[in-house]
């Protein structure tokens, strides 16, 4: 390990509600990436890594929302069908709410989907049924 280099990128970020941290005694938030890339810039490294959070959100939503967590199928064909059915239904999902969300003007419907998805279908069917 003692041949291996890495570099350490850190961002700071100011915090909206500028409270102060104990241990620090500013408003920011601080996050840093360990990464052996040396050949892209730091807002490059920290934009790929941004859009890797923002693919494992998508996961994270299929897993718990969408019934991948649990595939109901033995057979690899079977769940195979099952998990891009289920992601073209997330597709359609996510389309109707901000078709829906476009005639209601503070956009409860996109904003309820965003802050809470824990709750996503049972807002989707409050507003739209």
Known sequence: FADRKYRLIIMREQRDDHQTDIF??????????????????????IE????????????????????????PFSFLNENTVFMIVMSIIRNFYIFMVKKVSLIFSNKTLLNSYKNDRKSCFKIFFLHFI
């Open 24 to 45: 620090t005694g500013d408003a920011y938030t601080y996050r840093s990436i360990l990464t052996n890339d040396w050949q892209n810039s730091e807002k490059e490294v």
């Open 48 to 71: 790929l890594y941004n859009h890797r959070g923002a693919s494992e959100k998508v996961f994270d939503e299929m897993n718990n929302d969408f019934g991948w967590k649990h595939l």
